[in-house]
């Protein structure tokens, strides 16, 4: 098919060199042909969903790790706190 695309090729000299009929390669580039925006689409629509959901991931990610941030800074504050306390208590 890319070969006849490309026009590397005649229809006859494809034809031949795969046995293939002549009608057959036409009708299978003309079906290409009119199909071939509706899989473009497709594949536009599909990578569009894997952005948004890598978008929405990511998010999700961010907001997780401000989160576990959060809480690190809070157990780091409360470490010190019990720290001091043992001190002062020694």
């Given at each position: 098919?890319?070969?006849?695309?490309?026009e590397e090729s005649t229809l006859a000299e494809i034809a031949?060199?795969?046995?293939?009929a002549q009608q057959l390669?036409?009708?299978?580039k003309?079906?290409?042909l009119a199909?071939?925006?509706?899989?473009?689409?497709?594949?536009?629509?599909?990578?569009?969903?894997?952005?948004q959901d890598h978008e929405e991931?990511?998010?999700l990610l961010v907001k997780k790790i401000g989160e576990l941030t959060l809480d690190v800074d809070w157990l780091k504050k409360k470490?010190?706190?019990?720290i001091q306390m043992r001190v002062k208590k020694a």
């Open positions: 098919m890319l070969e006849l695309l490309r031949k060199k795969h046995d293939v390669i036409s009708r299978w003309s079906e290409f199909n071939m925006p509706a899989v473009f689409n497709k594949r536009n629509e599909d990578i569009e969903k894997m952005k991931e990511k998010e470490d010190k706190q019990i």
